[in-house]
């Protein structure tokens, strides 16, 4: 019984001198921005600075709804810098600034009377970005430890991006009175808006150095 709990006492003692030399962590995963990367480095017990860059996350493609037909591509990206308090068990809360550059573009055709004007034949362009291309971020995670150094690590929150501002144009077509079309993008703004944030999730393996 002795020799079993000096030898647990050994352990803990190795473990304790590994976590304590254990300052700065890098890893890889993907998130809702698409491919991420991160690196963390202690500055307190229980205290982290991290940095993440995700992006890369490119989608276009076609459909029809309410008799509009839509060509939308877009670009999810971002960097964000963030200080996180850890807990027991591995938990974690985080919140810092997102600076995103997402934006969705497209092409949309069909009745005037859709966007508030003459019936007749229209295509109109649109641009959607974050209303805060600066914005706060907050998440919860989990660090879930793999084997030796490495780590898994989930992160579940939002961006407090403000909703989104919609910019439309009209390129072909019926005339849309510009007041009309001015009321579409703000009718499209407040659908868009009901929340003012953006999802952000991720799963990363990092390892401690």
């Keep these: 019984m002795r020799i079993l709990k000096a030898a647990s006492a050994a352990v803990l003692a190795v473990l304790g001198t590994t976590a304590a ?9 993907l998130s809702l921005f698409g491919p991420a990367i991160e690196a963390q480095t202690k500055i307190g017990r229980n205290v982290t600075v991290r940095g993440i ?17 839509y060509t939308l591509s877009g670009s999810l990206g971002g960097t964000a810098a963030m200080v996180a308090y850890h807990l027991p068990a591995g938990i ?3 919140g810092g600034l997102m600076f995103s550059n997402s934006s969705i573009t497209g092409t949309v055709t069909g009745d005037g009377t859709d966007f508030g004007g003459p019936a007749g034949a229209v295509t109109v362009e649109s641009d959607v970005s974050f209303v805060r291309s600066t914005a706060p971020i907050t998440t919860i995670g989990i660090d879930i430890p793999i084997f030796y150094d490495f780590v898994l690590s989930t992160d579940t929150g939002v961006v407090w991006n403000g909703g ?5 144009t009209q390129t072909a077509g019926t005339t849309i009175p510009a007041g009309d079309l001015a009321n579409a993008e703000a009718d499209i703004e407040d659908e868009l808006s009901a929340l003012g944030v953006f999802p952000y999730v991720s799963l990363m393996v990092g390892k401690w150095f």
């Design 21 to 29: 030399s254990q300052e700065t962590r890098f890893g890889a995963g």
């Design 53 to 69: 860059y995700a992006g890369g996350l490119n989608a276009s493609g076609t459909q029809s709804a309410d008799g509009l037909d």
């Design 92 to 94: 974690r809360f985080s």
């Design 164 to 168: 989104y501002n919609v910019s439309l």
